[in-house]
Nanobody, 124 residues
Framework: QVQLVESGGGLVQAGGSLRLSCAAS????????MGWFRQAPGKEREFVAA????????NYADSVKGRFTISRDNAKNTVYLQMNSLKPEDTAVYYC?????????????????WGQGTQVTVSS
């Protein structure tokens, strides 16, 4: 079992920045690939970014490429999502997720563990 706790959400004006954090409970955090997803009201949960176990490989949704950066600190059992140049359409609940097996890291169904989410609201 892995428990994930997100933090860092809030209200920000368009063009601003936020950094989300996701702290994992297990010391074997480095065995897990990590992803960030988001869900806006009335919409399905969608992929934002993912990083492999070592952090050596990352991928992003086209909608956030060049604005968001995923990173991890395995010594702190934490994965981050730096969000710059935020837009109103980035407003959503943001979730982190963890999985041990290799697969399509953009697929919601791949992940075994999820956090409770943190709200990000971008005002225009």
């Amino acid at each position: 079992q892995v428990q994930l706790v997100e933090s860092g959400g809030g209200l920000v004006q368009a063009g601003g920045s936020l950094r989300l954090s996701c702290a994992a409970s297990r010391r074997t955090f480095s065995n897990y690939h990590m992803g960030w997803f988001r869900q806006a009201p009335g919409k399905e949960r969608e992929f934002v970014a993912a990083t492999t176990r070592s952090g050596g490989s990352t991928n992003y949704a086209d909608s956030v490429k060049g604005r968001f950066t995923i990173s991890r600190d395995n010594a702190k059992n934490t994965v981050y999502l730096q969000m710059n140049s935020l837009k109103p359409e980035d407003t959503a609940v943001y979730y982190c997720a963890a999985v041990r097996r290799v697969g399509d890291y953009a697929a919601v169904d791949l992940y075994d563990y999820w956090g409770q989410g943190t709200q990000v609201t971008v005002s225009s």
